[in-house]
T-cell receptor, first 111, second 118 residues
Framework: LAKTTQPISMDSYEGQEVNITCSHNNIATNDYITWYQQFPSQGPRFIIQGYKTKVTNEVASLFIPADRKSSTLSLPRVSLSDTAVYYCLVGNAGNNRKLIWGLGTSLAVNP | EAGVTQFPSHSVIEKGQTVTLRCDPISGHDNLYWYRRVMGKEIKFLLHFVKESKQDESGMPNNRFLAERTGGTYSTLKVQPAELEDSGVYFC????????????????FGPGTRLLVL
């Protein structure tokens, strides 16, 4: 499974748009990209998932360029409650479906 | 719809004792995963059930860990005897059969069980 690289931490302010970019240079053809959010003392919470181009849901947007070697999670107008750790993971639908986790990006949203 | 639930939320035991963690997946989810986070480290995969069968148990640390999923519903993870290094947060996740999920898998996580071995 492809490993991912993302910034260790980011700072933002309420109302701003936050973009977190993740590198996955070794992504395979049948791999897809998933982002999770985790608050302290809670389990990871699914945010968004995609294979290529752009995916949008009520929480975030996911931008994936044509070469799929990176992806960007976009959080519109963040609030204090968006302070959390964000994980980018690459997975596939084959037999090996365990998720390989990094340390994620710790996002701090300031007032 | 209820999410993934785990019991207990916290457990404090002494070295050498036995602890059993339980995970109830989302109803109808055939896939069930166990993960663990040791303090300061990344979340690590332990094993994957498809229904009652172990699909992948490559992440199990040693034979002190025993996971079961009798009947293909809830799962238990027993640690016997517990050692200090087993302390951490144990997460369970579940997902649908891929044929129902359009070929992409989304794993939904429970809140975790915080285990402290003294």
């Amino acid at each position: 499974l492809a490993k991912t690289t993302q910034p260790i931490s980011m700072d933002s302010y309420e109302g701003q748009e936050v973009n977190i970019t993740c590198s996955h240079n070794n992504i395979a053809t049948n791999d897809y990209i998933t982002w999770y959010q985790q608050f302290p003392s809670q389990g990871p919470r699914f945010i968004i998932q995609g294979y290529k181009t752009k995916v949008t849901n009520e929480v975030a947007s996911l931008f994936i360029p044509a070469d799929r070697k990176s992806s960007t999670l976009s959080l519109p107008r963040v609030s204090l409650s968006d302070t959390a750790v964000y994980y980018c993971l690459v997975g596939n639908a084959g037999n090996n479906r365990k998720l390989i986790w990094g340390l994620g990006t710790s996002l701090a949203v300031n007032p | 719809e209820a999410g993934v639930t785990q019991f207990p939320s916290h457990s404090v035991i002494e070295k050498g004792q036995t602890v059993t963690l339980r995970c109830d997946p989302i109803s109808g989810h055939d896939n069930l995963y166990w993960y663990r986070r040791v303090m300061g480290k990344e979340i690590k995969f332990l094993l994957h059930f498809v229904k009652e069968s172990k699909q992948d148990e490559s992440g199990m640390p040693n034979n002190r860990f025993l996971a079961e999923r009798t009947g293909g519903t809830y799962s238990t993870l027993k640690v016997q005897p517990a050692e200090l290094e087993d302390s951490g947060v144990y997460f369970c996740a579940s997902s649908q059969d891929l044929r129902l999920a359009g070929g992409q898998e989304t794993q939904y996580f429970g809140p975790g069980t915080r285990l402290l071995v003294l």
